[in-house]
């Protein structure tokens, strides 16, 4: 499986920018995607992730109700639909992808996942 991620780029607080994240390769229905961030000496955080089939999309509390993850399985692609976006979220996005489906938070932490991708730099300015 691969991933490529685009979107990152410079903002104002309060503006909004979408992220897209095409996966390439064998994503079967059982699947997963979703989205971490990472800033410089500090690990890697989940913003959320959803099943590619199924009811399930999981936020981390620092992004619910401001961020919308989606998906478009005819195109393999999951999306971050970010909103009121925050100094704090200036980060280096990371969209990634793992074989079985996730159960409830199960998956928050970064080494439940097998694919990443390139990483799309966001910098939100105060």
């Known amino acids: 499986v691969q991933l490529q991620a685009s979107g990152g780029g410079l903002v104002q607080a309060g503006e909004s920018l979408k992220l897209s994240c095409t996966g390439s390769?064998?994503?079967?229905?059982?699947?997963?995607m979703g989205w971490f961030r990472q800033t410089a000496g500090k690990d890697r955080e989940v913003v959320g992730y959803?099943?590619?089939?199924?009811?399930?999309?999981f936020y981390d509390d620092s992004v619910k109700g401001r961020f919308t993850i989606s998906r478009d399985n005819a195109k393999n692609t999951v999306y971050l639909q970010m909103s009121s976006l925050k100094p704090e979220d200036t980060a280096v996005y990371y969209c990634?992808?793992?074989?079985?489906?996730?159960?409830?938070?199960?998956?928050?932490?970064?080494?439940?996942?097998?694919?990443w991708g390139q990483g799309t730099l966001v910098t939100v300015s105060s």
């Open positions: 390769g064998q994503i079967t229905s059982s699947s997963a």
């Open positions: 959803l099943n590619r089939i199924g009811g399930l999309t």
């Open positions: 990634a992808a793992r074989g079985t489906r996730c159960v409830g938070d199960a998956c928050v932490d970064s080494s439940r996942w097998s694919y």
